[in-house]
């Protein structure tokens, strides 16, 4: 007897499947990781998702329970595996893979373990999906995508940090609910390194057009008596609180890479505050990864913006460049 | 010539010709108004805006508050009880479908609570729902339009979910006064294991009509259910049908005589469809619903994303009022031969009224019989309950 499959479908059209054109891979399945994967899927930016772990069981389990949700998905295929081959035909990788900081940890501080772990995970990546774009998320995020660019031998502007894209976010919202205004109503950039020396642009603070700074000549200094500069400083110790409460963060950070990848997989042309590769800009003369303003469509970032900082950012810049520099020359294997 | 004039013009005094009208009190001439004589806008009476005074606040030299009333507040508000790795599944699935304008969050952890909220609120720039607060305190979940209670122990690796029920039980006692004092309107959706026992509990416990309280069920192994039928089938779940009822575990029922794709019945194609000597062995797949979780559970400690889907899933039609239909778990004493108060899964039109209406499936005996022994089963644990 005819199986059901045969009784109920006639085929018009048995050639071979149609490769994806809009797969994601996310390496490293983790709380960032699976934040970042179920993010992507409830915003329907994928047809196909690959994950990639070492940890087979937590793999398989993880797929699983995503594929178990398909029905109320738009990704149709959900795959896992440890052998890379899976990640075939990627347009955009995400990488959270590595060690992540221990409460009371710094950034820095990762960095040689997860060069190691870069070592293995990048070049498989690029075998499988030479066309794609990295986005890369462990920390320390600056250093590391200058690692993940030297180690895949892809042209700049296809690797992307996630950089401060998430301080700019946070800054944002406390900012915007300190004036009960929506955060996307509240336009204010955070630059330089994802980390302890983010640089806030105050003079670029604005709602609705109307310059902050011009309303409050101090903000951001020490002398302003509504200490805005407070809000920027929660920014940076966001990450350690949330640390300290929970164990962890990964909702958020979910978040503001499932909007990357709007950006690049949708061709939008939309600038974020990602970590590029910023040599010759800002006076900055060594190949360093920090976040600037970024145009990003599907060639990854188009363009850099030319912001208008004032002496004291672009020193401040320098000085993180130069911080960078200092661990990324010490570096072995790279 | 003189009287000649004064009779052409009578209702123009000579005196209005030459004076200006007077402006009403208070509202401030217009640039407008200084240009054309006479001239007289009618408006609404704004206080003007403030002067650039440098004691003054940044934000009140930004922003200009206009309204004189209460603002209205939240109109879809819903609360996640408990933040473990279900109820942040749910919270972010909820989240990212925009359908809430409020989202509360309940623990008795207050670390863990305080950090998950900071972590989705730091995340508000690329979310829809403006308004995120987290409190032990059940204040902070007045006026929730949906409840999902996901608190409560959870089964360990090879436990049957019926073994939870006393401890979880205790929970709920201390949970459900609370929600109730705070919404007593609201729709009750409970997750916790095992489910259909205590969304029984729940409905005890919190006074409220069957139809505002509501069992999370079988939806999740139907849609567990559809995926597997999809793949065997190479299709999209959601063109592959199939319900799944009864208890949410292991004696679940699936009813292959409603499984269908294009209204196409299945087991007309393949009348062995579900029994032992089906050489397709259909049969298999309802096992790999009943024991997926198990599976998951054993790879990575918890399920968490498939139910956090379809809890929203769920609220999406209540607060969509939306009218579509569920297998969730619901009050089935007088259906199907079911002679006690247990709550078991049933085809269920939800909108935001809650659970409006049932469909009555038309069953063969022997799924009518795994009803009813589920029902047995359950009424034999609920009425040893201590409530």
Not at chain 1, 198 to 226: C, H, K, M, R, Y
Not at chain 2, 241 to 260: A, K, L, R, Y
Not at chain 2, 267 to 280: F, R
Request: proline share 5%; with cysteine; hydrophobic share 40%.
């Amino acid at each position: 007897m005819a199986s059901i499959l045969q009784q109920l479908l006639t085929p018009l059209f048995s050639g071979e499947v149609e490769p994806p054109r809009n797969k994601v891979t996310v390496v490293g399945v983790g709380q960032v990781g699976m934040a970042c994967a179920v993010s992507i899927l409830l915003r329907e930016l994928a047809d196909e998702l690959a994950l990639v772990d070492v940890m087979e069981d937590k793999l398989k389990g993880e797929m699983m329970d995503l594929q178990h949700g398909s029905l109320f998905l738009k990704t149709p295929t959900i795959r896992a595996d440890k052998d890379y081959s899976v990640t075939a035909n990627s347009r955009i990788v995400v990488v959270t893979a590595g060690a992540r900081q221990q409460e009371g940890e710094s950034r820095l501080n990762l960095v040689q373990r997860n060069v190691n772990i870069f070592k293995h995970i990048i070049p498989q990546i690029v075998k499988h999906s030479p066309n794609c774009i990295i986005i890369v998320v462990s920390n320390p995020v600056d250093i590391l995508t200058y690692v993940a660019w030297k180690l895949s031998g892809l042209p700049k502007h296809r690797i992307i940090g996630s950089g401060t894209n998430l301080d700019s976010a946070r800054f944002r919202f406390l900012m915007a609910d300190k004036l009960g205004l929506h955060p996307s109503s509240f336009n204010g950039w955070i630059l330089g390194e994802h980390g302890d020396t983010s640089v806030p642009v105050w003079s670029g603070t604005n709602v609705a057009g109307v310059n902050l700074q011009t309303l409050n000549p101090d903000i951001g200094t020490d002398l302003d008596t509504e200490n805005w500069k407070e809000t920027h400083k929660m920014v940076v110790d966001s990450a350690y609180e949330v640390i300290k409460l929970k164990g962890y963060t990964n909702w958020a950070i979910g978040l503001s890479v499932a909007d990357l990848t709007e950006s690049l997989m949708r061709n939008m042309n939309r600038i974020h505050p990602v970590s590029c590769m910023v040599q010759g800009m800002h006076g900055i003369e060594d190949e360093v990864y920090l976040s600037l303003p970024c145009v990003l469509n599907s060639n990854g970032v188009a363009s850099v913006v030319n912001m208008t900082l004032n002496e004291d950012e672009v020193s401040q810049l320098q000085e993180s460049a130069a911080t960078l520099w200092g661990i990324q020359k010490e570096l072995k294997d790279v | 010539m003189l009287g000649f004039i004064q009779l052409i013009w009578p209702w123009v005094s000579p005196s209005s010709l030459t004076a200006p009208r007077a402006s009403p009190p208070e509202a401030p001439r217009s640039a407008i108004e200084d240009a054309i004589p006479g001239a007289h806008i009618v408006g609404i009476p704004v206080a003007p805006f403030p002067a650039l005074n440098l004691q003054m606040a940044t934000k009140d030299k930004l922003i200009t508050h206009v309204m004189k009333e209460e603002p209205i507040g939240c109109r879809s508000k819903v609360t996640v009880v408990g933040v473990g790795m279900v109820g942040m599944a749910s919270a972010v699935s909820v989240l990212l479908k925009d359908l809430c304008d409020e989202l509360a969050l309940v623990d008795v952890m207050e670390d863990k609570l305080k950090g998950e909220a900071m972590d989705l609120q730091h995340g508000s720039l690329f979310l829809k729902t403006h308004k995120i607060v987290a409190d032990k305190d059940y204040s902070c979940t007045a006026n929730s339009k949906v409840v999902v209670i996901t608190a409560g122990a959870r089964q360990n690796e090879g436990e049957s979910r019926l073994n939870l029920v006393q401890r979880n039980v205790n929970i709920f006692k201390f949970i459900i006064p609370n929600i109730v004092k705070y919404s007593p309107n609201a729709i009750l959706l409970v997750v916790s294991n095992p489910v259909d026992i205590l969304t029984y509990v729940a409905w005890k416990l919190s006074g409220f009509p069957r139809h505002r309280v509501i069992g999370s069920g079988t939806n999740l192994d139907s849609a567990r259910f559809r995926h597997i039928m999809g793949e065997k089938l190479n299709l999209h779940p959601s063109s592959c049908h199939g319900w799944i009822v009864g208890e949410h575990g292991d004696s679940s029922v699936p009813v292959w005589s409603g499984v269908n794709v294009a209204g196409v019945s299945l087991q007309a194609l393949n009348p062995k469809m579900g029994a032992d000597d089906d050489s397709e062995n259909w049969k298999a797949v309802h096992k790999m619903v009943v024991d997926g979780a198990y599976e998951v559970i054993r790879l990575k400690g918890y399920t968490s994303w498939a139910i956090g889907m379809s809890v929203a899933d769920l609220v999406e039609s209540i607060l969509k009022n939306l009218h579509k239909v569920h297998p969730v778990s619901t009050l089935v004493q007088g259906m199907h031969g079911v002679k006690d108060e247990v709550f078991l899964s049933v085809p269920c039109v939800l909108g935001n009224s809650g659970l409006t209406d049932v469909i009555h499936m038309t069953l063969k005996p022997s799924e009518e019989q795994q009803l009813l022994k589920s029902a047995e089963t359950m009424w034999g644990v609920q009425k040893e309950l201590e409530l």
